[in-house]
């Protein structure tokens, strides 16, 4: 019965006279500044801040971690279509399926960003960075993408003294191929394209040799 009364007066106890709590605009924003991205904000920001199409921000806000990865890699990297295009291709497809989620995936952003300068340098071609540098990586995250393309020989030939030569090479033995270019057959070109690659073993940048192409058979 006592315990019920020293309750009840419990009840009376006035509330301490505390001042009221003021936080400063600059406080507020920085905790604004420390709070994530809600989905919709953060696909604005995909959109208006990397320049990227509405649906490439829907696919990589659909969950949090991906967005943060993707947000990380945008941060050392100014290639900001590729690096969606890394992301929901090989990274997407190796996660998928392996059924990890992306806090288990291998490569750093730090990693992937190399590997996206190489190609967007012209260095390798997306299709050789993709199907033979990008599982060497997978398998050795650890390394430097440049270091693993130039140990297995996968670099481009972007000396455009070498390409000419070849592109020379391959006009000489089809003089019939220029004439039917210069008379408005244009699809010609991508033929040519691939007799110089041929001779370069796929090693000739394509974006040099196809301007050294055009070059050549433009010139009267």
């Known amino acids: 019965m006592r315990e019920k009364e020293v309750l009840k ?25 420390a709070m994530p991205l809600l989905p919709r904000e953060c696909c604005k920001k995909f959109i208006n801040t990397y320049q990227l199409p509405a649906y490439d921000a829907s696919v990589l806000t659909e969950d949090r971690d991906t967005a943060l990865y993707f947000e990380e890699l945008c941060q050392l990297t100014t290639y900001y279509k590729a690096a969606s295009n890394w992301v929901m291709g090989p990274v997407k497809s190796y996660l998928n399926e392996l059924t990890l989620s992306i806090k288990e995936f291998p490569l750093q952003p730090m990693i992937l960003a190399k590997l996206i300068a190489l190609v967007e340098q012209d260095q390798l071609s997306f299709s050789v960075a993709s199907q033979k540098l990008y599982p060497a990586l997978l398998a050795q995250p650890d390394k430097s993408p440049l270091a693993l393309a130039q140990a297995f020989n996968l670099l481009q030939e972007s000396d455009t003294k070498k390409i000419q030569a070849l592109v020379d090479e391959v006009l000489a033995a089809y003089p019939e191929k220029i004439a039917a ?20 073993r796929g090693k000739a940048a394509p974006k040099v040799a196809n301007a050294l192409l055009r070059q050549c058979l433009e010139d009267a």
């Open 9 to 33: 007066d419990y009840r009376y106890f006035p509330e301490p006279d505390l001042p009221p709590l003021v936080m400063s605009e600059e406080w507020i924003e920085v905790l604004r500044q």
């Open 181 to 200: 270019y210069r008379n408005g057959k244009k699809g010609i070109l991508g033929m040519l394209m691939g007799e110089v690659m041929k001779k370069s």
